[in-house]
């Protein structure tokens, strides 16, 4: 079956950076975009980045442009989101999410396929 396993969540101060990996088996995956969202405590879950695997091509939300970096490992079917720069409004749960054909500026979440667990990151001031 299709899974998305999320890692390198965690506590960093402001201004630090983490990278979150996830892991992806059981699809075709040449044939997805691959996305991250987060969701804060009382808030809705909100597009992050996405990428296209085929192409590489990459898209990312305004507020983490600049700071927020998607990328992939083909051999390892793995997607990256470096974050740096990182502000005590980035806290949430960072999922990771697969959307067969998806295209990378397509923010609605409602689209996506499959879905990871979910990594905390909590950055304090």
């Known amino acids: 079956q299709v899974q998305l396993v999320e890692s390198g969540g965690g506590l960093v101060q402001a201004g630090g950076s983490l990278r979150l990996a996830c892991a992806a088996s059981g699809l075709p995956i040449s044939t997805y975009t691959m996305g991250w969202f987060r969701q804060a405590p009382g808030k809705e879950r909100s597009f992050v980045a996405a990428?296209?695997?085929?192409?590489?091509?990459?898209y990312a939300a305004d507020s983490v442009k600049g700071r927020f970096t998607i990328s992939k490992d083909n051999a390892n079917n793995t997607v990256f989101l470096q974050m740096n720069s990182l502000k005590p409004e980035d806290t949430a749960v960072y999922y990771c999410?697969?959307?067969?054909?998806?295209?990378?500026?397509?923010?609605?979440?409602?689209?996506?396929?499959?879905w990871g667990q979910g990594a905390q990151v909590t950055v304090s001031s």
């Open positions: 999410a697969a959307n067969r054909f998806g295209s990378v500026a397509n923010a609605n979440a409602n689209d996506y396929d499959y």
């Open positions: 990428i296209r695997w085929t192409s590489g091509t990459t």
